[in-house]
């Protein structure tokens, strides 16, 4: 089995059972992930055009019904 590395600092990660700050190594680096996430260091990838062309319109959301229901 291989040992987990922490995402910031790449320093090997103690087992949940013992260590709160699972899956980081540290409080520390904890705190640092989260501030790269706020600082938006870190960004989720709006979805693509040819991503989208399965969606459908907003006006035709199959949970809306227009008229009497």
């Known amino acids: ?3 987990l590395k922490c995402p910031t600092c790449q320093k090997p990660v103690p087992p949940r059972g013992e260590n709160a700050s699972f899956p980081f190594c540290s409080r520390r680096c904890r ?3 989260l501030g790269r996430w706020l600082g938006e260091e870190y960004r989720v990838p709006e979805r693509q055009m040819d ?9 035709s959301h199959p949970d809306r019904h227009g008229g009497d229901a």
């Open 31 to 33: 705190a640092v992930d």
């Open 1 to 3: 089995m291989s040992t």
């Open 51 to 59: 991503e989208r062309e399965d969606e459908l319109p907003p006006s």
